[in-house]
T-cell receptor
Framework: GQSLEQPSEVTAVEGAIVQINCTYQ??????LSWYQQHDGGAPTFLSY????GLEETGRFSSFLSRSDSYGYLLLQELQMKDSASYFC??????????FGKGTRLSVIA | NAGVTQTPKFRVLKTGQSMTLLCAQD?????MYWYRQDPGMGLRLIHY???????AKGEVPDGYNVSRLKKQNFLLGLESAAPSQTSVYFC?????????????FGPGTRLTVT
């Protein structure tokens, strides 16, 4: 089977940098995705890593280490609107995405 | 483009009643998915479809049935609702292959079973 671990809650200060970690166990790994979900809203896609390294999209970056079965989402210059839940999701051979339980990020002034 | 739409947005059922949730997408996506989301549990896949006329079971399929008669629609049925099926239901769609990592979600249906 597949399993993902990510912290349940993270709090960070506006303007700071925060890193949300995700470790996974799976066979036939294809890639790691990240999604954002605001309270009462639908999940929205943020990023996808298939290869080792850092992918940058504006204030958000995502990192993957396939050998360590580990990835993280990095949010820079935090804004209040970044308060949301963040989900990592892994895709493996012949299976659709499997989501982690989510990390609730609270940005405080 | 409307993207992914879901009907209804809210519903209250009594135990034993049946209902169908409708999902529609206008992005010509091959793949469609139904998830349920419960507090602290993340998104769990119920059923999915990789094309018109095909369906497959996900992580939590029991108590649900699905049909994909048209490419743009994916129906989720509850034949005999139970309180354990109280949840928020999300439909999603995507392209195949690597595109399956980027799913587009509908706004959700909040279902309460009493």
């Amino acid at each position: 089977g597949q399993s993902l671990e990510q912290p349940s809650e993270v709090t960070a200060v506006e303007g700071a940098i925060v890193q949300i970690n995700c470790t996974y166990q799976t066979s036939g790994f294809y890639g790691l995705s990240w999604y954002q979900q605001h309270d009462g809203g639908a999940p929205t896609f943020l990023s996808y890593n298939a290869l080792d390294g850092l992918e940058e999209t504006g204030r958000f970056s995502s990192f993957l280490s396939r050998s360590d079965s580990y990835g993280y989402l990095l949010l820079q210059e935090l804004q209040m609107k970044d308060s949301a839940s963040y989900f990592c999701a892994v895709r493996s051979r012949n299976t659709p995405l499997v989501f982690g339980k989510g990390t609730r990020l609270s940005v405080i002034a | 483009n409307a993207g992914v739409t879901q009907t209804p947005k809210f519903r209250v059922l009594k135990t034993g009643q049946s209902m169908t949730l409708l999902c529609a997408q206008d992005m010509n996506h091959e793949y469609m998915y139904w998830y349920r989301q419960d507090p602290g549990m993340g998104l769990r896949l119920i059923h999915y479809s990789v094309g018109e006329g095909t369906t497959a079971k996900g992580e939590v399929p029991d108590g649900y049935n699905v049909s994909r008669l048209k490419k743009q629609n994916f129906l989720l049925g509850l034949e005999s609702a139970a309180p354990s099926q109280t949840s928020v239901y999300f439909c999603a769609s995507s392209n195949p292959g690597q595109g399956a990592n980027e799913q587009y979600f509908g706004p959700g249906t909040r279902l309460t079973v009493t």
